[in-house]
């Protein structure tokens, strides 16, 4: 018998999908570099369904049904590059290989472009949700060839999360659209984490909340418009003791956060594209700093000039305004988020759809979250939304809080306690808002110093002052 699938890759990704795969009744063929994977998988597991266990690449090829469908779930980069070659020397054309990696999309666009020469299908695959996910329903974004969707997508989204009975995955559009959507929501993990972040060491170090406490703040929050899996992870997290020393867990863990590379990518990629995805850029930045131990150790002794800090009286209030800064900067964060989208989707001619996105991230993935909803009915309304923030539901969300992140932003500056991304969501908030920025001095300076000329509000043209002359202006 032949299988409708094959999984190379079996570290802990690869084999709870394949897992996931048999358990939906597809056979499964397994294959892996080391044989001791895919051993230990059937040995483990073998009862979830009916797998076919291969040991070289011809084996693993030759068990699959046409056109053949091997997922590949190995290290992103030149593993992935290593096993995509290896496997296209034995296919045949209209044969489909699907990356689930975490793969870099300018990548998967090289990939797709040698393989579609080949005459192959290349699906570069996004997947969301880490281990738990890969088992029991991921959120899945599929790019690549349209005809492969047809052929793919059917097994994908039987294996995908369901939320209202409708899978987390679909098809995003070409290429390296998947890689990408998946790259930036990553992005937006990192801001989700920093904010929350934030919002957890306001209620510490300036409210002087215990961490059990805070862990029931987090488990309210759940219940109202932040729901979210990150927000209920919070509450587990903060509520964990450390067996041996009996503090809570978070303070006996090193606060250093690492980071494996996707929010640096999608950084990078906002400043290619000139979108300002400040949420996340500050959520990567704070963990370099966070990061920065040597550097931290030395500033500990620096004054702190905080004298004149004061703890709000009323704290339950003061939590309040922490939620609500929370929610407006974590609606700045996924409007810029998607606005990264839309200008990625331009850029590569992708035609992705931000409704069919917010739409497969409500189940399964990381960033999972009843928020989603509203971002889906947002863009139902309204498919040329120029923003997120400036969709109804959103903008009353953003103006009902901002007095009170402002409030939260003053008294934390006060206290000393840092909060980058709260802030700078704020100012990219009030940027967007003001009427005249200052970027008319900016124009004004780059023509003094380097010509670079400028326009003017009251008539067509561009224009030069001739700062070294007499000063007079002069069509450019
Ligand atoms: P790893 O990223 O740790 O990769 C381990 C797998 O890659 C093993 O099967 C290993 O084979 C194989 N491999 C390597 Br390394 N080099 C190879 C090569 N040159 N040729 C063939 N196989 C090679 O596994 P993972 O954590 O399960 O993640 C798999 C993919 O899924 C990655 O791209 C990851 O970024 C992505 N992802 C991970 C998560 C997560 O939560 N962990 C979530 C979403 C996506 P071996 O057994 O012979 O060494």
């Not at 897992?19 to 080391?34: E, F, M, P, Y």
């Not at 040329?384 to 008294?411: G, N």
């Not at 704020?426 to 000329?453: I, K, M, N, V, W």
Request: net charge negative; hydrophobic share 40%.
């Amino acid at each position: 018998h032949l299988a409708q699938i094959g999984v190379t890759g079996l570290a802990v990704m690869g084999s709870n999908i394949a897992r996931n795969l048999a358990r939906h009744g597809h056979t499964v063929a397994l294959h892996n570099r080391s044989i001791g994977k895919t051993d230990a998988l059937i040995a483990e597991h073998g009862g979830d369904g009916d797998f076919i266990r291969t040991e070289t690449t011809a084996e693993f090829v030759a068990a699959l049904e046409r056109p053949r469908r091997v997922l590949i779930m190995v290290k992103a980069g030149d593993a992935t590059d290593a096993v995509i070659n290896e496997l296209a020397d034995l296919m045949e054309p209209g044969d489909i290989i699907i990356d689930g990696g975490n793969s870099l999309y300018t990548d998967t666009i090289r990939r797709e472009a040698a393989m579609a020469a080949r005459g192959l299908n290349f699906v570069g695959a996004g997947i969301s949700g880490g281990e738990e996910g890969a088992l029991n329903g991921p959120s899945i974004m599929p790019g690549g060839p349209a005809e492969s969707y047809e052929s793919v997508g059917p097994l994908l989204e039987s294996i995908s999360a369901h939320v209202d009975g409708i899978p987390c995955c679909t098809h995003i559009g070409p290429d390296g659209s998947g890689h990408f959507v998946k790259m930036v929501h990553n992005g937006i993990e990192y801001a989700d984490m920093q904010l929350i972040g934030e919002a957890y060491d306001l209620m510490r170090n300036v409210l002087g909340m215990e961490v059990t406490e805070i862990a029931d703040v987090f488990r309210d929050w759940n219940t109202g418009v932040l729901d979210s899996y990150l927000i209920e992870i919070t509450a587990e997290v903060l509520s964990q003791v450390d067996a041996e020393t009996g503090k809570p867990l978070v303070d006996v863990i090193v606060d250093a956060a690492g980071q494996k590379g996707t929010g640096r990518w999608t950084v990078k990629s906002a400043l290619d594209l000139g979108i300002p995805t400040t949420g996340i850029a500050e959520a990567v930045f704070a963990r370099a700093l966070s990061s920065s131990t040597e550097q931290r150790k030395n500033a500990q002794g620096l004054v702190a000039g905080t004298a004149g800090a004061q703890t709000p009286e009323d704290k339950a209030a003061f939590v309040e305004d922490i939620r609500k800064a929370l929610y407006a900067s974590k609606v700045v964060a996924y409007s810029q988020g998607f606005d990264q989208i839309k200008a990625g989707s331009e850029e590569y001619g992708w035609n992705v759809q931000p409704g069919k996105l917010a739409t497969i991230w409500r189940g399964g993935c990381i960033i999972r979250a009843k928020f989603l909803d509203r971002i889906r009915e947002a863009y139902d309304e309204n498919p040329e939304l120029p923003a997120l923030l400036l969709a109804p539901y959103f903008r009353d969300a953003v103006e009902t809080s901002v007095e009170s992140w402002r409030r939260v932003i003053i008294t934390a500056t006060a206290a000393g306690v840092p909060v980058p991304s709260f802030a700078s969501s704020l100012s990219y908030y009030d940027a967007l808002r003001a009427e005249r920025l200052p970027a008319a001095l900016t124009q004004g300076l780059r023509d003094y110093f380097g010509a670079h000329t400028y326009l003017r509000v009251d008539k067509p043209g561009s224009f030069h002052t001739l700062w070294g002359g007499d000063r007079s202006e002069v069509e450019a």
